[in-house]
């Protein structure tokens, strides 16, 4: 064969369904019921038709006024817009308990395309291939693709009974592996958090010479963001996206929050790669989107509400759930498996996620919609269990 033997060891993401054949409503890739504020709508669109010749131009390489903008829109929100403050004039300020007890600058951001695209640099900047680092067994499934991409050897450790992260039994393995620790909170698919208090108390017995990331992909909806921690530990690198709480998974933006020395170390692996990372139309709209923070503060607000009332009828049909604080529910039912549900949800017309993976196979996971569409689902469910 002439591919390499590297290529031939690859395993792809499979990511949610994207069906062709049908119009369903779409309930499976945790992405946002909500369009972008129409503040992002008129920018690009003023940028196309007033500003063509930009087209035609390489965009800024180091996305310096979106660097700026995202900056400022985390200073206003204490990066959790669905507690954010949001006044009668439009300003926002951030809930008591997400105030950020710093300044974040620009220096401090780092931006590429999508989440998953910064989150390939990370690996390759700060995993070693000679050492283990360490993850959940069930969390983004992209993580082990990353680590069979770059060679990079993986311990994945059992989650606890109920769920949660074994964060002591992470620990004890980064130590003896000599590697670096990575996990989402919110985790995915499991919906649960840690609190900022549990993660500090992890970083106070994790080596400060070992890089520890945090993907916050999902924290907007509920969950406690470890920016605050950012000044106390230089080795915290944390990871964030434009797709879910920005409602712009089509856009394809995702950042880093961390260090000027590590968001250094980053900006050197993508300038080793593509020197031009974010075209200028995502640039533009990027910028328009973090102007724009109560906007989204009350589509994040839309969806966390609207989480919890699915929650509530779940358990009233007998599920059992796990206490989310993302955009989805990660739930199953005693008397019918995950992928029965998933295949007679669909025959409905709606689509939510099922993975095959062993020890996750019972449940389902479910994208939270508008209340229309949440309507939709309880119809569908109600025929059938």
């Known amino acids: 064969m002439i591919t390499s033997t590297r290529m031939n060891g690859l395993h792809p993401y499979v990511p949610g369904e994207q069906p062709k054949d049908r119009v369903y409503i779409k309930l499976n890739a945790n992405e946002n019921p909500y369009v972008p504020s129409p503040a992002v709508i008129k920018a690009v669109t003023d940028f196309i038709t007033s500003q063509p010749q930009k087209l035609a131009l390489y965009p800024d390489p180091d996305s310096n006024e979106l660097h700026a903008k995202i900056a400022d829109m985390l200073n206003k929100t204490g990066g959790v817009l669905s507690r954010a403050q949001v006044k009668a004039d439009g300003t926002v300020t951030p809930d008591e308990r997400d105030r950020i ?3 974040i600058t620009p220096d401090m951001i780092y931006s590429g395309n999508g989440s998953d695209e910064v989150l390939s640099f990370v690996f390759y900047a700060f995993f070693d291939s000679g050492k283990k680092f360490v993850m959940p067994q069930f969390t983004y499934s992209f993580y082990p693709v990353y680590a069979g991409f770059y060679d990079i050897p993986m311990d994945q450790v059992p989650l606890k009974e109920d769920w949660t992260l074994d964060t002591d039994e992470m620990l004890e393995r980064v130590k003896n592996n000599g590697g670096g620790l990575i996990f989402a909170n919110p985790n995915a698919p499991t919906s649960l958090a840690l609190t900022r208090e549990q993660v500090r108390q992890m970083l106070l017995k994790a080596n400060p010479d070992k890089i520890f990331i945090v993907d916050e992909a999902y924290v907007d909806f509920g969950g406690e963001s470890c920016i605050p921690l950012l000044k106390e530990f230089p080795n915290l690198l944390i990871v964030r996206t434009f797709s879910k709480s920005l409602c712009a998974a089509g856009m394809r933006l995702g950042y ?5 020395e590590l968001i250094n ?3 050197t692996v993508k ?3 593509n020197h031009f990372p974010l075209d200028a139309v995502a640039q533009v709209a990027g910028c328009a989107a973090c102007e724009n923070p109560a906007y989204y503060a009350d589509c994040a607000r839309k969806v966390a509400e609207e989480r919890d009332k699915f929650y509530n009828f779940l358990k009233s049909r007998g599920f059992y759930v796990l206490e989310s604080k993302t955009n989805f529910l990660f739930a199953k039912h005693p008397s019918i498996g995950g992928e029965e549900l998933y295949k007679l949800i669909k025959e409905q017309g709606i689509l939510i996620r099922h993975f095959n993976t062993p020890g996750i196979e019972d449940f389902v996971r479910i994208t ?4 229309e569409q949440m309507e939709g ?3 569908a469910i109600e ?3």
């Open 101 to 103: 007890p710093f300044e």
């Open 256 to 260: 880093v929050v961390a260090s000027p």
């Open 265 to 267: 170390i980053v900006t």
């Open 271 to 273: 300038n080793s790669v």
């Open 368 to 371: 939270v919609g508008t209340a």
């Open 377 to 379: 689902l309880k119809k």
């Open 383 to 385: 025929k059938i269990i």
